[in-house]
């Protein structure tokens, strides 16, 4: 009889032979693509159909927004994804050892050229920028004061108002 592996134990396998993501982290992926599945799928009116790499990146970005909101930086980066060429090497290692399937078309390179970490996890959580407000220009060369600018006898004046 042959054994066929659990999910969880060809993890283990992936896990022992590229450790750089952690096992959540292909959790996540695996429900980043049913959540991408199903936002496509209502979408196109229940059709389904093979998503590309890019669609998986952004399909993964709404996920991790909805699920972890202004954490989901620290999340994703804490099981070692910094970049969507990583969902991209998740998605691969799953192929390989058979959790997913591909096409023909597949390639690790659909993930390349995305969107940074930083401008889909973080700047969506960051206050608007305000723009500086513009300045009138402003003379800035003072004219020296004259001498009937000047009080004539300045402490005199101080201590007339000390007296009061």
Same mark, same amino acid.
């Given at each position: ?42 979408? =196109?009116? @229940?059709?389904? *159909?093979?998503?590309?790499?890019? $669609?998986?990146?952004?399909? &993964?970005?709404? /996920?991790? !927004? ?11 980066? =804490?099981? @070692?994804?910094? *970049?969507?060429?990583?969902?991209? $090497?998740?998605?691969?290692? &799953?192929?390989? /050892?058979? !959790? ?13 050229? @995305? ?50």
């Amino acid at each position: 009889m042959i054994h066929k592996q659990s999910y969880d134990e060809v993890l283990d396998t992936i896990l022992a032979v590229d450790a750089r993501f952690h096992r959540d982290a292909y959790h996540f992926v695996r429900e980043g693509l049913d959540f991408t599945q199903q936002s496509i799928s209502k979408q =196109e009116e @229940g059709t389904v *159909r093979h998503i590309s790499g890019q $669609e998986l990146l952004g399909g &993964m970005r709404a /996920h991790a !927004l909805e699920q972890y909101g202004p954490m989901a930086l620290m999340v994703l980066n =804490e099981w @070692g994804l910094t *970049r969507g060429e990583d969902f991209g $090497e998740i998605v691969f290692n &799953m192929v390989e /050892h058979e !959790l997913l399937a591909k096409t023909e078309e597949d390639t690790p390179t659909a993930f390349v050229g @995305g969107y940074t970490f930083d401008e889909a996890f973080r700047q969506p959580f960051l206050p608007p920028a305000v723009p500086a407000p513009e300045l009138p220009e402003v003379n800035r060369t003072i004219p020296p004061a004259s001498e009937t600018d000047r009080p004539a006898n300045p402490t005199n004046q101080s201590k007339a108002s000390d007296k009061q």
